[in-house]
């Protein structure tokens, strides 16, 4: 993948020519009060992530969102550490942008649940909540962090890397499935696509003493979105599928493997599967 990389005094712009991302590595000095403000950033909507070593070397991460672009919010966070090396910001060009109170707020969410599931980050944010976002607002948010998780690693912020794992397959996708046990039962997804005409991606998935079964009869959208896994592809693909509808069974290992099979792309089934009451299964995360 190209990127279009710029340096502005001593943070660095990483952006690329045929999307609306737009990420900033900012040194957290040049945020203080009375230092000049290091970037113009257009968008006031924008995802921040402060980061910093202990003095045990622990790194340390701290993720926020703000309406307000730079102004305020990143600084806002001295007490949970007092020690911030470089703030990341995750926004979009202010005249592509799908950017609102509802899916920064659900990036947010998105993000932090990650820096936990990664387990290598001391994290210091307390609450987050996936908000408002609709269907759609999901499907952009997850495909915009697709490419945004690629782009922080090359800026030196690594999200992706599994430390006590292996390889990255569809059983480890960031969603904790196999320490948090969903009860047995069936669950329901529905989920309108701009990729696929405005056309419902509608699931059915049955828990099994921790597997999770797409089952036969489920709408899956033909088309597919960026972040898909290799792993989620692949059976995809040797799926018994006639006219968008699925003939059989098929197992995976996650809530969000299952809901990304469904769809063709990122998803995030904690978000997307509910119960018969209408209740999302994170409930069952958080609880």
């Not at 495909?143 to 912020?157: F, N, P, T």
């Not at 989920?191 to 899956?220: E, F, H, P």
């Amino acid at each position: 993948m190209k990127y279009i990389i710029k340096r502005i005094g001593r943070s660095v712009e990483i952006s690329e020519a045929t999307s609306s991302l737009l990420i900033y590595r900012i040194p957290y000095q040049n945020l203080a009060a009375g230092a000049e403000e290091p970037i113009k950033i257009k968008n006031k909507f924008i995802v921040y992530i402060l980061f910093g070593e202990n003095k045990s070397g622990t790194d340390v991460i701290y993720v926020g969102k703000s309406t307000n672009g730079l102004k305020n919010r990143p600084t806002s966070h001295d007490d949970k550490y007092d020690n911030w090396t470089y703030c990341y910001v995750l926004t979009q060009f202010e005249e592509r942008t799908f950017f609102n109170d509802g899916t920064i707020q659900y990036i947010e969410d998105k993000v932090n649940k990650r820096v936990n599931d990664l387990k290598h980050y001391k994290n210091t944010t307390k609450v987050t909540n996936a908000g408002t976002a609709n269907s759609f607002d999901m499907e952009d948010c997850d495909e915009y962090l697709s490419k945004a998780y690629e782009m922080l690693d090359v800026l030196g912020l690594d999200l992706i890397t599994y430390m006590d794992r292996d390889d990255i397959s569809e059983e480890n996708i960031v969603d904790d499935a196999l320490s948090v046990l969903v009860p047995d039962g069936i669950y329901n997804m529905s989920w309108k696509l701009r990729r696929w005409g405005n056309k419902t991606a509608k699931g059915k998935m049955q828990v099994v003493g921790g597997k999770y079964i797409v089952l036969s009869g489920s709408d899956v959208c033909p088309n597919e979105g960026h972040g898909l896994m290799d792993a989620v592809r692949l059976k995809r693909e040797s799926a018994n599928i006639i006219d968008n509808k699925l003939q059989e069974d098929i197992v995976m290992n996650s809530p969000s493997g299952a809901a990304s099979f469904v769809t063709g792309g990122a998803a995030n089934g904690w978000s997307t599967w509910r119960t018969d009451q209408g209740q999302i299964i994170d409930i069952f995360r958080n609880s």
